[in-house]
């Protein structure tokens, strides 16, 4: 199993520039969020999603969109980029709703935005 | 919405137990207290999780105040593979946010 995969792991955009990262997972998890990074602070929750078809925003939503058409797939888009959204990027699933389940974590994408 | 407070760092020498504090005084009936950490260049894994009872696991342990609105996540002999950012949060909450944590360094 390969758990929780994004792709790409490093990228480097122009201001103005678009982009969708790709959150894919193997565990038939319910739940799958996105949170970013800054150097030294802690992870903000961008957008997430409780099912296939559902999105909901998080703390940080302005600047980034995000689908879920497959449960397995969960996608975030920079539409015009800007250096602000320079970050590393999380993905990460949950399998439900019940207060005991953990969280599991993607690898991380390294994004700069020149 | 139940919060969680950390300090921002605190230090520890390897071979020594490290007690990682946490308040949640708004915490609910019903919400379990996870923790996560963070190690460099990595994302967050799963630590332990509680809801009112003391809980241990080869990685650690948690204690948890019995009016539940402090936890504490003990680290019985610290090596320097432990230093990391740890986070505590409630839930159940379908937004998991982590906040800034704290982070842990382990001197040799």
């Known amino acids: 199993n390969a758990g929780v995969t994004q792709t790409p792991k490093f990228r480097v955009l122009k201001t103005g520039q678009s982009m969708t990262l790709l959150c894919a997972q193997d565990?038939?998890?319910?739940?799958m969020y996105w949170y970013r990074q800054d150097p030294g602070m802690g992870l903000r929750l961008i957008h997430y999603s409780v099912g296939e078809g559902t999105t909901a925003k998080g703390e940080v939503p302005d600047g980034y969109n995000v689908s879920r058409l497959k449960k397995q797939n969960f996608l975030l888009g920079l539409e015009s980029a800007a250096p602000s959204q320079t970050s590393v990027y999380f993905c990460?699933?949950?399998?439900?709703?019940?207060?005991?389940?953990?969280?599991?974590f993607g690898p991380g994408t390294r994004l700069t935005v020149l | 919405d139940a919060k969680t407070t950390q300090p921002n760092s605190m230090e520890s020498n390897e071979e020594e137990p490290v007690h990682l504090p946490c308040n949640h005084s708004?915490?609910?009936?019903?919400?379990?207290i996870h923790w996560y950490r963070q190690l460099p260049s990595q994302g967050p894994e799963y630590v332990i999780h509680?809801?009112?009872s003391n809980v241990n696991n080869r990685m650690a342990s948690l204690a948890i105040a019995e009016d539940r609105k402090s936890s504490t996540l003990i680290l019985h002999r610290a090596t320097l593979r432990d230093a990391a950012v740890y986070y505590c949060i409630l839930r159940p909450t379908d937004d998991m946010r982590f906040g800034a944590g704290t982070r842990l360094t382990v001197k040799p």
């Open positions: 990460a699933t949950l399998s439900g709703a019940s207060s005991y389940n953990e969280q599991f």
């Open positions: 565990m038939n998890h319910e739940y």
């Open positions: 509680g809801l009112t």
């Open positions: 708004t915490i609910s009936g019903t919400d379990y």
